[in-house]
């Protein structure tokens, strides 16, 4: 039987390209001067540190700059609210992967009511699209392409 997984996966060396880019462009720029600005890539996501919270948010636009200029998508940052400690502020930025069970109950309600041939199931951070037919898998495919989950979706493991 025809199937195929929706995932969302971001390519981590891409990510790491875009804030090592971020962290040159932030060295070089003036108006970063002497301001403390940083940005690092850590367990919990991506930190940006500056003396201001608009250096902080300026930080923040060269970084997703970088992000679309290497192909990766902003719906895969989940910004976090600027704090501050004492002189400095913090901004966290998590990286969003895989599909959460609430954007996965989404995807599958979404097939569901198109009332095409074909079903959903949820398996673990994945949703896996089953049907008879070829043709049928991808109207699927376009019907999810067409719809904002608010996560960049991929289509892989398509199998005959």
């Known amino acids: 039987m025809p199937s195929f997984d929706v995932v969302s996966k971001l390519e981590h060396h891409e990510v790491d390209n875009a804030v090592d880019q971020a962290k040159r462009e932030i060295a070089t720029r003036f108006d970063f001067k002497d301001t403390g600005t940083e940005i690092e890539k850590n367990q919990d996501g991506i930190a940006i540190r ?25 719906k895969s940052l989940d910004p976090q609210k600027p704090q501050q400690s004492g002189q400095t502020w913090r901004q966290l930025i998590k990286l969003k992967e895989g599909v959460d069970m609430d954007r996965a109950k989404q995807i599958v309600k979404a097939i569901k009511d198109s009332k095409s041939k074909v079903q959903a199931a949820i398996q673990g951070d994945l949703v896996r699209v089953t049907g008879k037919k070829r043709d049928d898998l991808q109207e699927a495919i376009a019907l999810l392409k067409s719809q904002d989950f608010g996560l960049p979706l991929q289509f892989v493991n398509f199998r005959e």
């Open 50 to 74: 500056s003396s201001s919270e608009g250096r902080v948010e300026g930080a923040l636009k060269v970084l997703e700059d970088k992000m679309v200029k290497r192909k990766v998508s902003l």
